[in-house]
């Protein structure tokens, strides 16, 4: 199994629209990153975590799931890079392989030590990209592939039935 633990702030600092979005509202750049991160998890399979500090949002640590995207708040005094290093001890094993998605590069080289691998916010932006491409392909090709209609019906002849669908003889 993969897992993706992903530094919420660090990536929204580091992706330009994130980032222009954080100066307006940063519930909605949080909302985004988690929303891509679920495209990503859905595309690849992977476990996502996505860990914000806690001194962005006030109180005690707070775990929820958003779009099967596990989202971690940490505790006060606790910053994600803390808890993304026990996340990446905790959670390795023989059968998982763990990705850290983070520019900070103290944090890089600390869960680099540990065995996971790291994935600077470039690259976890230019694969987020390459997804959104593959599944805009997609879905214009099932677009492109399925059938209109049974019966192929002229534009005229479609107003003519909804007159009639109206009541209008």
Known sequence: MDILLVDGYNIIGAWANLQSLKKENLAEAREVLIQ???EYQAYTGY???VVFDAHQVKGIEKKQKNHRVEVIYTRENETADERIEKLAISLSNIKTQIHVATSD???QWAIF???ALRKSARELLNEVEAIEKRIQK???KIKVNSPQSKIPI???MLKLFEKWRRGGF
């Open 36 to 38: 891509k991160m679920a």
């Open 47 to 49: 476990r996502v975590i």
């Open 105 to 107: 590069f103290t944090e």
């Open 113 to 115: 030590g540990q065995g």
């Open 138 to 140: 997609r879905v214009e």
């Open 154 to 156: 002229t534009d005229d």
